[in-house]
């Protein structure tokens, strides 16, 4: 089992446990492959979240490179228990991100290591070599500034200065901004494909469908109430085959993300009726639970996302390797990323048929 997006407290002032926590609780859930994917730093004190208000943006930026020497740290500590894949989660607010991905990118970055973290002088301060980010997730959390998926209150706001009131020109507005950051960076995974929908039915008037089998659904069904299943305009359908169909062209992986279900969606990201399309379109899926500690490792893996991908009759889903593992047996799948946005240098695709997976369930 595998998944490829994945946070800890220890770097991400809104999850929990500490880095290795996660690691050994993926070991401990029979996990083979596991990304870890903390947040890349943001560089704009407007940018900070209110959980950060005690941090400044030099503060993130040690907290990434500290990330990076602690997860190289247990990539060779449990080798012989579990591939880890050392990543990151791209923030996007404009065409400058950009440019601060590719750096993070960038092979033989420093890292200023002080004796003490309360030391603001030179003395004794030693330059460590940064491990390489082998792969990143591409994720749109913002839109015009303004966080999507922090707060339903905040979710509102960007409704009201970004969409004007208007949800299809809010949905747009993601979109584009995605397209953007797609093309710029061929991300190996793209994160929560349609996040925009995540607090849609806080919407006046507009609710989420339910997955199927849910009480609330058959609930609203048997009241007479239309289920408004967020469906897109056809402009919007335009904009979100345009992005499905560029991350296709260079082979990028579309992540099944299963902490929707947390947030009370009907699926997982991305919801059926995108899935369905990347699907026609011999789109490739991965499997991640985007979990924020370690009791979120596998979440919603067992029941839901194993009957997700029963219904959607995914035969096969794809997984990253590090380069250095070619020579093992199975198929090696192409990409057409280019070299200059530093997409798929350093690990490669390798797929494993739907029914062979095996799910960790708690019960």
Request: proline share 4%.
């Amino acid at each position: 089992m595998f998944s490829l997006h994945s946070h800890s407290g220890q770097f991400c002032m809104h999850a929990k446990g500490t880095l290795e926590q996660v690691v050994q609780s993926a070991i401990d859930r029979r996990f083979t492959t596991y990304g870890l994917s903390e947040h890349m730093p943001r560089y704009n004190p407007d940018q900070l979240y209110p959980e950060e208000s005690h941090l400044t943006v030099q503060d993130l930026e040690n907290m990434y490179d500290q990330f990076l020497l602690e997860a190289v740290r247990l990539q060779s500590k449990y080798q012989d228990q579990i591939c880890l894949l050392i990543g990151l989660e791209t923030e996007y607010f404009n065409r400058d991100s950009l440019g601060l991905v590719r750096t993070l990118r960038q092979p033989h970055r420093q890292y200023q290591l002080r004796p003490s973290q309360d030391d603001s002088t030179t003395a004794g301060v030693t330059a460590v070599e940064l491990p390489q980010v082998q792969y990143i997730v591409g994720s749109l959390h913002h839109v015009h500034g303004v966080p999507l998926d922090f707060s339903q209150e905040l979710y509102l706001k960007a409704l009201e200065t970004v969409g004007k009131g208007s949800w299809e020109t809010l949905f747009r507005e993601y979109f584009d901004a995605q397209y953007e950051m797609l093309q710029g960076l061929e991300p190996e995974v793209v994160g929560h494909l349609d996040l925009v929908r995540i607090f849609f039915g806080a919407i006046k008037g507009c609710h989420h469908g339910h997955g199927h089998g849910h009480d609330h659904q058959d609930e609203q069904e048997e009241s007479g109430q239309e289920l408004n299943q967020n469906t897109l305009t056809e402009e919007l359908w335009t904009l979100v085959k345009r992005n499905v169909d560029f991350v296709i062209g260079y082979g990028g992986l579309f992540e099944l993300n299963s902490r929707a279900w947390k947030k009370g969606l009907a699926d997982a990201y991305p919801q059926r009726d995108i899935l369905e399309y990347i699907l026609s379109k011999n789109g490739r899926v991965t499997l991640s639970d985007d979990s924020h500690g370690p009791d979120d490792v596998g979440m919603f893996y067992n029941p839901e996302l194993k009957q997700y991908l029963n219904q959607m009759k995914v035969q096969q889903v794809y997984y990253l390797a590090p380069n250095r593992t070619k020579t093992h047996e199975g198929v090696v799948y192409e990409t057409n990323a280019s070299a200059e946005t530093g997409s798929f240098q350093h690990v490669h695709v390798r797929a494993v048929p739907t029914d062979s997976l095996d799910f960790y369930s708690s019960k």
